[in-house]
């Protein structure tokens, strides 16, 4: 069982950058894929970074290539979501979810595990 919290968001204007943190609880955090998604009103839910279980693999949107970085520290079961020259469009609540295995999905119905998920606001 793993339980999330995250972190981080508010309301920035555009061409901010924003640092969203992820906590997980639970003993096998290390072998779990970590994952970001966001969802804007109206909008499915949708797929933003992945990270594998060692940080080594690691998989991004097309839309936020370049400008979103992912990263992970096992040692304090954190996952974090560094984002930078964010626009209006980036404006969603962002979930942290795990899955127990090792490799990244972008689908939402793989993962039994989330966050509450935390607001982020881009003004323009």
């Known amino acids: 069982q793993v339980q999330l919290v995250e972190s981080g968001g508010g309301l920035v204007a555009a061409g901010g950058s924003l640092r969203l943190s992820c906590a997980a609880s639970g003993r096998t955090f290390s072998s779990y894929a970590m994952v970001w998604f966001r969802q804007a009103p109206g909008k499915e839910r949708e797929f933003v970074a992945g990270i594998g279980w060692s940080g080594g693999d690691t998989a991004y949107a097309d839309s936020v290539k370049g400008r979103f970085t992912i990263s992970r520290d096992n040692a304090k079961n954190t996952m974090s979501l560094q984002m930078n020259s964010l626009k209006p469009d980036d404006t969603a609540v962002y979930y942290c979810?795990?899955?127990?295995?090792?490799?990244?999905?972008?689908?939402?119905?793989?993962?039994?595990?989330w966050g509450q998920g935390t607001q982020v606001t881009v003004s323009t």
């Open positions: 979810a795990a899955r127990d295995s090792t490799v990244i999905a972008a689908s939402p119905h793989e993962y039994a595990y």
